[in-house]
């Protein structure tokens, strides 16, 4: 399975819009960073037909370290969380369903 990076979404960019690459890398960067900030102050991030981002508090809790099997405290702390949107699931489960 292939692995998209910065640049290669930059690159679409560029050649789909006839960007140069500085301005498409940078296009991508605030594309980021202002989901980034957003998700930062409190906000949810939606794009129709793809998902949403939101920041989850999770509580501090017991675990157990996996190489030992000794309980430990995992300390609270807040996470991204990504939601997809019923059209996203229903397009990768349409893929997965032609490749099988």
Known sequence: MATITRSDFANRLRERFGLTTSDAL???DIV???IRES???G????FAGFGS????????????????GAPAIITARRVVSFR?????RQR???KK????
Do not use: C, H, W, Y
């Not at 369903?97 to 099988?100: A, M, Q």
């Open 26 to 28: 940078k296009l991508v």
């Open 32 to 34: 980021f960073d202002e």
């Open 39 to 41: 998700l930062i102050n």
């Open 43 to 46: 906000e949810e991030v939606k």
């Open 53 to 68: 981002f939101k920041i989850l508090s999770k509580s501090q809790r017991m675990g157990r370290n996996p190489k030992t």
């Open 84 to 88: 997809p949107s019923n059209e996203f």
């Open 92 to 94: 990768v489960a349409d």
């Open 97 to 100: 369903s032609t490749e099988n």
